[in-house]
């Protein structure tokens, strides 16, 4: 079963390189008014609210456009994010009820910036039910605390203490005209309004480093990279470059989707409140009833053997969809900060020119459309109003506790990984997958990887860096490709017969 996702599965995969010159490719001496890095849901609409303002933009992407979260998501665009809302309002307390309530304008001003964008663009997108609903009798007051935090804050949702869904559920609360779409047909059209709007595009170029003269920002990478913008915005999932540890305070966290072809799909999105979570919601592909079900999260390379989890998912789903036809299975993964709320802003000083916006918690379809519209806004001089109140970065005394946990786990991470002796050469796995000329060492922090059976890809436990069977990036704060084994006699040192 394929491991891509069923947005880029049914459209087949696009070239990491484009196949012919580029007509949109950077000319070499010219200075951009912003350089964003990352093709994902948060550089494109940077991109976008910029050349709409009328700025000069240069996008460069590592892979291709939605190569890694974006393009792998549920495509939930919703303002009730499962229990988010209650599990900040314990994090933050009263004092930070103001951050909170310009958290959830933030999801609210990017559901509509998304409808307008699709309605506009003609992407299909489809009001549904946003449903956070307890799975069992002791997930409901998680659930109730979900609905009075949901509704303290603002938003309009309604209590059902009998719900009606098509998996056992015991209470739920509901927000009405919330938007399913698919992701990868967001990025494409994203990408063509960024084209007609004057924006260019690099593909296949990872950028490594900046180097600052004066007002202008040099982006530096592979082969030979070296494009200049007056403003850079890191739009890298995790940031790439990273004067100020962003990477310390973030927690990689990956989750597991599969899609299933179903004759009856659900009309609803929904997410029960209990560990394990499951999300699930319907939609269409190809002209078919489309369920897609997701959870079993955990941090990146650690815990127990990625294609188990998999297996957890596909059993909850015959004992509760048994019509389901599995289509793709794959994982993706975002970044938790310490206070659970997005880092976006400024890198190093208040007046840098270069800015980071990561921390989605697995809801960037709206918190990344937020962070694009903030950042794009800070440029233009036209700043959103939720911004100052949300983006604050100031370290506080109160996430200690929350920063050491991060770092105890980064450390058990790799005591695990070192444990189950994954320095070793590669497994058998790898070696037919055509991992037998990588060293498992990760080029950012020197972590020990870990082989992710269900991806067939190195795993790094510390910052959740990936790389590919061959050693190539393919996510994470590593710019780097993994070592060579050097070959003895024919072989890869170390590779298993
Ligand atoms: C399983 C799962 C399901 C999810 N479902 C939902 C959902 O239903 N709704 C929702 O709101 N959110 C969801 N999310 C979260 C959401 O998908 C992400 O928050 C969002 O896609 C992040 O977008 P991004 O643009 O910041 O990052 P990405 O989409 O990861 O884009 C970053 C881009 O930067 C490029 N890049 C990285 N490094 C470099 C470099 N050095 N040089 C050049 N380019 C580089 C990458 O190749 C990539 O294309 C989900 C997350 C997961 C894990």
């Given at each position: 079963m394929s491991?891509?996702?069923?947005?880029?599965?049914?459209?087949?995969?696009?070239?990491?390189?484009?196949?012919?010159?580029?007509?949109?490719?950077?000319?070499?001496?010219?200075?951009?008014?912003?350089?964003?890095?990352?093709?994902?849901?948060?550089?494109?609409?940077?991109?976008?609210?910029?050349?709409?303002?009328?700025?000069?933009?240069?996008?460069?992407?590592?892979?291709?456009?939605?190569?890694?979260?974006?393009?792998?998501?549920?495509?939930?665009?919703?303002?009730?994010?499962?229990?988010?809302?209650?599990s900040l309002t314990s994090q933050h307390g009263s004092g930070g009820r103001r951050r909170l309530e310009a958290?959830?304008?933030?999801?609210?001003?990017?559901?509509?910036?998304?409808?307008?964008?699709?309605?506009?663009?003609?992407?299909?997108?489809?009001?549904?039910?946003?449903?956070?609903?307890?799975?069992?009798?002791?997930?409901?007051?998680?659930?109730?605390?979900?609905?009075?935090?949901?509704?303290?804050?603002?938003?309009?949702?309604?209590?059902?203490?009998?719900p009606d869904l098509p998996v056992p559920a015991h209470a739920a609360t509901v927000l009405a005209d919330q938007l399913q779409l698919d992701p990868v047909a967001l990025v494409l059209a994203l990408l063509d309004r960024v084209r007609a709007g004057g924006g260019r595009l690099l593909t296949g170029r990872r950028v490594q480093r900046l180097r600052q003269r004066g007002e202008v920002v040099h982006v530096l990478g592979e082969d030979g990279l070296d494009?200049?913008?007056?403003?850079?915005?890191?739009?890298?999932?995790?940031?790439?470059?990273?004067?100020?540890?962003?990477?310390?305070?973030?927690?990689?966290?990956?989750?597991?989707?599969?899609?299933?072809?179903?004759?009856?799909?659900?009309?609803?999105?929904?997410?029960?409140?209990?560990?394990?979570?499951?999300?699930?919601?319907?939609?269409?592909?190809?002209?078919?009833?489309?369920?897609?079900?997701?959870?079993?999260?955990?941090?990146?390379?650690?815990?127990r053997r990625e294609s188990t989890r998999v297996d957890r998912l596909r059993s909850w789903t015959a004992e509760h969809f048994p019509d389901a036809v599995e289509l793709a299975a794959w994982s993706a993964q975002d970044y938790v900060s310490l206070d659970g709320l997005p880092l976006v802003g400024g890198l190093g000083s208040p007046t840098s020119r270069v800015s980071v916006a990561t921390g989605y918690r697995k809801w960037g379809l709206t918190s990344g459309v937020a962070a694009g519209l903030a950042l794009a806004g800070e440029q233009t001089g036209a700043p959103v109003p939720w911004a100052r109140d949300l983006y604050t970065r100031a370290p506080r005394l109160r996430d200690l506790?929350?920063?050491?946990?991060?770092?105890?786990?980064?450390?058990?991470?790799?005591?695990?990984?070192?444990?189950?002796?994954?320095?070793?050469?590669?497994?058998?796995?790898?070696?037919?997958?055509?991992?037998?000329?990588a060293?498992?060492?990760?080029?950012?922090?020197?972590?020990?990887?870990?082989?992710?059976?269900?991806?067939?890809?190195?795993?790094?436990?510390?910052?959740?860096?990936?790389?590919?069977?061959?050693?190539?990036?393919?996510?994470g704060p590593a710019t780097r490709s993994l070592a060579r084994l050097p070959r003895r006699g024919g072989r890869h040192a170390g590779e298993t017969t």
């Amino acid at each position: 079963m394929s491991a891509e996702s069923v947005w880029w599965q049914h459209r087949g995969h696009p070239p990491t390189q484009p196949a012919d010159p580029d007509p949109g490719q950077a000319g070499p001496d010219e200075t951009f008014d912003t350089v964003v890095v990352g093709a994902g849901v948060t550089g494109l609409t940077t991109a976008l609210a910029l050349v709409r303002a009328g700025r000069s933009v240069l996008v460069v992407e590592a892979r291709h456009p939605g190569a890694v979260t974006t393009g792998r998501t549920t495509g939930k665009v919703s303002a009730l994010q499962g229990t988010t809302l209650s599990s900040l309002t314990s994090q933050h307390g009263s004092g930070g009820r103001r951050r909170l309530e310009a958290y959830v304008e933030s999801s609210l001003a990017a559901l509509d910036w998304v409808a307008a964008f699709c309605e506009e663009t003609g992407v299909p997108a489809q009001r549904r039910d946003a449903v956070t609903y307890a799975a069992a009798p002791e997930e409901v007051p998680t659930v109730r605390d979900e609905h009075e935090a949901a509704a303290s804050l603002g938003l309009d949702v309604a209590w059902r203490g009998t719900p009606d869904l098509p998996v056992p559920a015991h209470a739920a609360t509901v927000l009405a005209d919330q938007l399913q779409l698919d992701p990868v047909a967001l990025v494409l059209a994203l990408l063509d309004r960024v084209r007609a709007g004057g924006g260019r595009l690099l593909t296949g170029r990872r950028v490594q480093r900046l180097r600052q003269r004066g007002e202008v920002v040099h982006v530096l990478g592979e082969d030979g990279l070296d494009v200049r913008g007056e403003h850079v915005v890191l739009a890298t999932g995790t940031p790439v470059v990273d004067r100020r540890l962003h990477f310390a305070r973030l927690t990689p966290q990956r989750s597991y989707l599969v899609a299933y072809r179903h004759p009856a799909p659900p009309e609803v999105m929904a997410l029960s409140a209990g560990s394990p979570g499951r999300s699930w919601r319907g939609g269409e592909v190809d002209g078919s009833g489309l369920l897609l079900v997701g959870g079993e999260g955990h941090e990146t390379g650690r815990g127990r053997r990625e294609s188990t989890r998999v297996d957890r998912l596909r059993s909850w789903t015959a004992e509760h969809f048994p019509d389901a036809v599995e289509l793709a299975a794959w994982s993706a993964q975002d970044y938790v900060s310490l206070d659970g709320l997005p880092l976006v802003g400024g890198l190093g000083s208040p007046t840098s020119r270069v800015s980071v916006a990561t921390g989605y918690r697995k809801w960037g379809l709206t918190s990344g459309v937020a962070a694009g519209l903030a950042l794009a806004g800070e440029q233009t001089g036209a700043p959103v109003p939720w911004a100052r109140d949300l983006y604050t970065r100031a370290p506080r005394l109160r996430d200690l506790p929350a920063f050491l946990g991060v770092q105890a786990g980064v450390a058990a991470g790799e005591v695990g990984s070192l444990a189950r002796g994954v320095r070793r050469p590669p497994s058998r796995a790898a070696t037919e997958a055509g991992g037998c000329a990588a060293l498992p060492v990760c080029t950012h922090l020197g972590g020990t990887l870990r082989w992710n059976d269900h991806e067939q890809t190195y795993d790094c436990p510390l910052h959740g860096s990936r790389f590919s069977a061959d050693g190539e990036v393919l996510e994470g704060p590593a710019t780097r490709s993994l070592a060579r084994l050097p070959r003895r006699g024919g072989r890869h040192a170390g590779e298993t017969t």
